[in-house]
């Protein structure tokens, strides 16, 4: 099979459509583009029956989805916006900046926290040795870390870059004399978080339409991104008057 399969007369397959943007999008599939049409992003024609047909117009949009979604970390109701104006004439698919941006660190920086920092990244597979010497912690610190379930290594006991982050951050707080034991709340909290957020998208998932899986993930992460957002104001708020009490 080639590359790209011939476009047939009145549109291409949904098939097609894949072989066109998997270059640039390895991760694109079916359900995918089910759930952006479900979205109301591209609206490709259907043949008598059933079958979706899409244009060039079509691939198009697709790929300005996917490089905002991408390389600026757009929500979707963010990127409709600018496919609306696209549509009534005041900008040109195109316009996003195509050149990649170098991925934001997560922060607690002011300001909302865009759901695509909550997008799965690149699995990476890091040792125990690494983890240690990337953080700057040491064996009995990062023992006490995995007990108290705050990192918890993959199955084959390799850890990916959120543990490097976890063990460099709980490092630095053990310098204000925080010890593991006090960095439980924190996962308390996050694992109540989390519960409360899959109680909203599980269902979601269960459906049966098409996309219902990739509208559920989207739904987390706009629930996790709301709820760092929130938890940051709270922290902040109760903080502020912290020395006069």
Do not use: N
Not at 11 to 26: E, N, Y
Not at 134 to 147: K, Q, Y
């Amino acid at each position: 099979m080639t590359a790209v399969r011939q476009q047939t007369q009145g549109g291409m397959s949904i098939g097609s459509v894949l072989d066109r943007l998997r270059p640039d999008f390895p991760d694109i599939t079916i359900s995918k583009i089910r759930f952006l049409e479900a979205e109301g992003l591209i609206s490709p024609e259907r043949t008598p029956s059933g079958y979706r047909r899409f244009s060039i117009t079509d691939c198009e949009r697709l790929r300005f989805v996917l490089t905002a979604q991408r390389d600026q970390y757009l929500p979707l109701k963010v990127i409709k916006e600018q496919l609306e104006a696209i549509d009534s004439g005041a900008a040109v698919v195109g316009s996003t900046d195509s050149a990649p941006r170098r991925p934001r660190a997560l922060t607690v920086a002011p300001g909302e926290v865009s759901p695509e920092e909550f997008r799965p990244h690149r699995e990476v597979r890091i040792s125990r040795v690494d983890l240690l010497a990337r953080s700057g912690t040491d064996e009995p610190f990062l023992a006490e870390l995995i007990r108290s379930g705050l990192i918890v290594p993959g199955a084959a006991g390799f850890f990916d870059e959120d543990a490097v982050t976890l063990a460099r951050t709980a490092k630095a707080m053990s310098g204000f004399g925080l010890e593991v034991r006090h960095l439980r709340a924190f996962k308390l909290a996050a694992d109540r978080e989390a519960g409360l957020v899959a109680q909203i998208a599980g269902p979601v998932a269960k459906g049966r339409d098409a996309g219902a899986r990739d509208r559920a993930e989207e739904m987390v992460r706009e629930l996790a991104a709301l709820s760092l957002t929130l938890h940051t104001c709270l922290v902040k708020a109760a903080v502020r008057g912290a020395l006069d009490r």
